[in-house]
């Protein structure tokens, strides 16, 4: 009975000698959208890519201490948040959909 011989696993200088690829960001994420007037009470009026909303977005958060101690993972909202998320709570993950709608 034959059976199939296995490639030999990669080692480390193998893997080291292959050209490491570029990662090209997505167009769709650097293109500029103009915040609403409610976003951009938080991350100001220029027009921004998408990351750079979420990320200025995560500054007003850690700068404002709203990072809900019991779990981080949940954003308490204040006056300015609330306008955005439509309610007082929400989680990191629901972020980037939320301000989906004051862009454009």
């Not at 490491?20 to 007037?37: C, E, G, I, V």
Request: proline letters at 8%; charged letters at 20%; zero cysteines.
């Amino acid at each position: 009975m034959a059976t199939a011989k296995k490639a030999p696993a990669k080692t480390a200088a193998d893997k080291a000698a292959a050209p490491a690829k570029k990662r090209t960001p997505n167009a769709a994420f650097m293109k500029a959208l103009t915040p609403s007037p409610a976003l951009a009470a938080v991350v100001g009026s220029a027009p921004l890519p998408r990351t750079e909303i979420i990320s200025k977005l995560w500054v007003y958060i850690k700068a404002n201490n709203l990072q809900d101690a019991a779990n981080k993972r949940n954003i308490n909202a204040d006056a300015k948040l609330k306008e955005l998320f439509g309610k007082p709570q929400v989680s990191m993950f629901e972020l980037a959909g939320l301000i989906g709608k004051h862009v454009s």
